[in-house]
T-cell receptor, first 113, second 114 residues
Framework: DAGVTQSPTHLIKTRGQQVTLRCSPK?????VSWYQQALGQGPQFIFQ???????QRGNFPDRFSGHQFPNYSSELNVNALLLGDSALYLC????????????FGPGTRLLVL | GESVGLHLPTLSVQEGDNSIINCAYS??????FIWYKQESGKGPQFIID?????DKRQGQRVTVLLNKTVKHLSLQIAATQPGDSAVYFC?????????????FGSGTKLNVKP
């Protein structure tokens, strides 16, 4: 049973560029949440996808957007990259049944130069 | 908004000793809590969870205690091992229409000395 997978593992971009990160949820999970984790900080909620729609959003600008596909996998897109977007981007999957545990992937380390 | 904080940023313990990591939360309406372990370069790994209708839950070598009166959560690790060295996060959520938005603290680094 595969856990949450993310790609790529590492990425280097320059300011102003755009990036797409990918996530495949744990088998059987239908809900995907994205988090940004700056160095030395706890993860910060970006948004959550369920039934291919964004259900809830954290305090992030609309440069951050996402998508969920029919197979429940998801993408996170960030436009007009800023130096401050450098972070570990984490994907977490869960079941949409109320209080359900979120399981995290290994993350994508993004460095913006 | 909700906030979750940890009392100590770094905790050093001797191998074999018990560890206690503390966490304070501010939202009394939170009803589900999770402890995660994050090793360097990896994503957070689920350790143990507890719902607000409980005050204690035990796992393998770990125990979580919830004190809703003072909004405090703790993680106890028995017989701490070098492999327990990591950053530990507590996360809280208040379930709304089947939606879980978790709030994380900044973490406590556990350093196990051999």
């Amino acid at each position: 049973d595969a856990g949450v997978t993310q790609s790529p593992t590492h990425l280097i971009k320059t300011r102003g560029q755009q990036v797409t990160l990918r996530c495949s949820p744990k088998s059987g999970h239908d809900t995907v949440s994205w988090y940004q984790q700056a160095l030395g900080q706890g993860p910060q909620f970006i948004f959550q996808y369920y039934e291919e729609e964004e259900r809830q959003r954290g305090n992030f600008p609309d440069r951050f957007s996402g998508h969920q596909f029919p197979n429940y996998s998801s993408e996170l897109n960030v436009n007009a990259l800023l130096l401050g977007d450098s972070a570990l981007y984490l994907c977490a999957s869960s079941l949409d049944r109320g209080q359900e545990t979120q399981y995290f992937g290994p993350g994508t380390r993004l460095l913006v130069l | 908004g909700e906030s979750v904080g940890l009392h100590l940023p770094t905790l050093s313990v001797q191998e074999g000793d018990n560890s206690i990591i503390n966490c304070a939360y501010s939202n009394s309406a939170s009803d589900y809590f999770i402890w995660y372990k994050q090793e360097s370069g990896k994503g957070p790994q689920f350790i143990i969870d507890i719902r607000s209708n409980m005050d204690k839950r035990q796992g393998q070598r770990v125990t979580v205690l919830l004190n809703k009166t003072v909004k405090h959560l703790s993680l106890q690790i028995a017989a701490t091992q070098p492999g327990d060295s990591a950053v530990y996060f507590c996360a809280e959520t208040k379930t709304q229409y089947n939606f879980n938005k978790f709030y994380f603290g900044s973490g406590t680094k556990l350093n196990v000395k051999p």
